[in-house]
């Protein structure tokens, strides 16, 4: 036991408490009569600590431990996802942080808003770093927003992340409140703003569009965006989401059988009907290609598998709002029913699509 506890870190006091309350009970003993660990009681170990560490109390460890359908693979992966989490927050608070006495160093004033913007860093912030490992423009879906963009030849892009789906052939200006994202944005590509779409820096009617790309959902008043990209544009293109259908909830497998939480994460997101009414919009659905080449959350549709790497999700902001318990429950189950066969069995019927229709929708005005 004084062996284990020196390699661990911790007293042998705490192993003896572990031991007591049934978290980890030595399951050996040595010729002389001690408490001897094995090699899985040593792996248990190493997962209560680890759980431990990242805040977690004592009875909850005995639960994630005690899940005899969990095992070490498992664990670990889950412990990974954690560890991302929490990292991607922490860089998110020393951007906010950096941005901070950058100003006061500079002796500008610094708001209370952004003052607490360090406790609550924009979500992009926290996402934003893995953006450009899999969101890049898909080629069809653009052809479909830039058909609507008709003959602008000055564009505004609000939200415009890293800059997906900019038109390389129209005069661009970009607006983006994540610096994070902003720095990602590639050489060369259209100068960006430092604005939030509720309040636009620009003149009434100075673009010819306004486009916005998988954004809307993030903005604090979404119908507040949008009269504003109809009052700075002639005309206003948006590629958001419909909530009005009954059973949207139910239209993506991954929602359906594993992440039942996505639903709330929209749950205050305004009807498709009031975004349209707002600027005078008319509909069409976006089809999601099979292999579609921007990672948005319903990309995968055809490949699951996708949907177990760490890379892939972190650039998928719903992993982030349903928080890394619910993440890593959707995953271990979408896991198990790959190895078993059962996704395949419960969705044969995607296998042949080409393209799946799971609630995009382009609004034009």
Same mark, same amino acid.
């Given at each position: ?232 544009? /002639?005309? %206003?293109?948006? !590629?958001?989401? &419909?909530? $009005?259908?009954?059973? @949207?909830?139910? +239209?993506?497998?991954?929602?359906? =059988? ?70 890593? /429950?959707? %995953?271990?189950? !979408?896991?198990? &029913?790959? $190895?078993?066969?059962? @996704?395949?069995? +419960?969705?044969?019927?995607?296998? =042949? ?13």
């Amino acid at each position: 036991m004084g062996r284990v506890a020196a390699l661990a870190g911790v007293s042998v006091r705490t192993l003896h408490h572990y031991d007591e309350i049934g978290l980890v009970r030595p399951s050996a003993r040595t010729a002389a009569g001690y408490r001897a660990y094995s090699a899985g009681d040593v792996e248990r170990l190493r997962e209560v600590l680890a759980y431990r560490r990242l805040g977690f109390g004592l009875r909850e460890v005995a639960e994630l431990v005690g899940d005899p359908s969990t095992d070490a693979v498992a664990h670990l992966r889950r412990l990974r996802g954690l560890l991302l989490e929490r990292r991607d927050r922490a860089d998110a608070m020393v951007s906010a942080i950096d941005r901070e006495l950058e100003a006061r160093a500079k002796g500008l004033n610094v708001t209370p808003e952004e003052q607490l913007e360090m406790l609550g860093a924009r979500l992009y912030d926290a996402i934003g770093g893995a953006y450009t490992a899999t969101r890049r423009t898909e080629p069809r879906i653009a052809a479909q927003i830039w058909d609507a963009l008709g003959d602008a030849q000055t564009v505004l892009n609000v939200g415009a992340g890293t800059g997906s789906y900019e038109p390389a052939d129209r005069d661009v200006t970009a607006v983006e409140p994540s610096a994070v994202m902003r720095e990602q944005r590639p050489a060369g590509s259209a100068p960006c703003v430092a604005a939030a779409a509720e309040s636009l820096p620009f003149e009434d009617q100075s673009f010819d569009v306004a486009m916005a790309v998988s954004t809307v959902h993030h903005w604090g008043d979404p119908i507040a965006g949008l009269r504003e990209m109809r009052r700075v544009a /002639r005309r %206003v293109v948006v !590629l958001t989401f &419909d909530t $009005d259908e009954p059973g @949207w909830q139910d +239209r993506f497998w991954l929602a359906r =059988d594993y992440l039942p939480e996505f639903a709330a994460v929209l749950a205050g997101f305004p009807p498709l009907a009031g975004m349209a009414d707002a600027i005078g919009a008319r509909a069409e659905p976006v089809p999601i290609p099979w292999d579609c080449a921007d990672g948005l959350f319903e990309a995968y549709w055809r490949r699951p598998g996708a949907y177990l790497e760490d890379r892939v999700r972190r650039a998928m902001s719903v992993w982030t709002r349903v928080g890394p318990e619910a993440e890593q /429950r959707a %995953v271990r189950s !979408l896991g198990d &029913d790959l $190895d078993s066969g059962r @996704w395949a069995e +419960r969705n044969s019927d995607l296998t =042949d699509l080409d393209a799946a229709d799971l609630g995009l929708r382009l609004l034009t005005a």
